[in-house]
């Protein structure tokens, strides 16, 4: 069941973040990451009262993640990446 409401192109964007954050600490820290990301867009404080969805969570300026800045985030994403994905949604 899902978390978070996601199309298909959000998934997307989540799996490419999940990867480009976490990729070096396997497919577990890939799934917590994943689960810090869709946190975000389902907390209501403070910090994260504008992330409503996938893309303001990942974008989020300031607080968001440093992965955006870097070239590996912009490549497509991978299909075991997705299913990582969808397993935190």
């Given at each position: 069941?899902?978390?978070?409401?996601?199309?298909?192109?959000?998934?997307?964007?989540?799996?490419?973040?999940?990867?480009?954050?976490?990729?070096?600490?396997?497919e577990l820290g890939m799934l917590k990451a994943g689960n810090v990301m869709v946190n975000r867009?389902?907390?209501?404080?403070?910090?994260?009262?504008?992330?409503?969805?996938?893309?303001?969570?990942?974008?989020?300026?300031?607080?968001?993640?440093?992965?955006?800045?870097?070239?590996?985030?912009?490549?497509?994403?991978?299909?075991?990446?997705?299913?990582?994905?969808?397993?935190?949604?």
């Amino acid at each position: 069941m899902a978390v978070i409401k996601t199309r298909d192109q959000d998934v997307a964007l989540l799996a490419r973040l999940m990867r480009a954050e976490a990729e070096g600490e396997g497919e577990l820290g890939m799934l917590k990451a994943g689960n810090v990301m869709v946190n975000r867009v389902r907390a209501d404080c403070l910090d994260f009262t504008d992330i409503v969805n996938v893309e303001k969570m990942v974008f989020q300026s300031p607080g968001g993640f440093e992965a955006t800045q870097k070239g590996y985030f912009y490549q497509h994403a991978r299909e075991k990446d997705k299913r990582l994905a969808k397993k935190t949604n």
